[in-house]
């Protein structure tokens, strides 16, 4: 059994993400019906709405800090190999994921978030220089760091 976490974070599909998401496979089975008849449409509702569903409950992920590890999804690092971190701004987190990102760091990132947490990887087997992850709660995860 885990310990209690020390910092959790569950990030989910922001809601207007979720209406586009229905949008477009309400469209398909609408499509759908225009060209078959009414059982068939039924099914491809049946069938949109299960899978929108398994695409928001996919789409989510979470950060935990458990005193041992950071956990991001289901990547995990001990916290001994962690060094340095930083919160980076909405205006750099722009740069950092796209251009200004190393190919060889880890990112766990969403679109819909504009802010996070670069934290370094202090560990010669890792050719990882770095974690940079998508956070509503940047200071929180830094200050769970460093307990």
Known sequence: MSPKP??????HPPLWLI???YFMLYSLVLAIWAAFDDAIALNAFAIATVLGLLIIY???????IDGKELRVG??????????????V???????ARTRGADP??????TFWISEG????VRDER??????????????ELLRALKS
């Open 6 to 11: 020390i910092f959790r974070e569950v990030i």
């Open 19 to 21: 209406a586009f998401l």
């Open 58 to 64: 996919l789409a989510r992920s979470s950060i935990t």
């Open 74 to 87: 289901k990547a995990h690092i001990p916290l001994q190999y962690l060094g340095d971190s930083e919160i």
């Open 89 to 95: 701004s909405k205006k750099n987190f722009g740069i």
């Open 104 to 109: 060889a760091a880890y990112l766990a990132l």
């Open 117 to 120: 947490v670069k934290i370094e």
């Open 126 to 139: 890792d050719p990882t220089p770095y974690w940079l992850i998508s956070t509503r709660k940047g200071e």
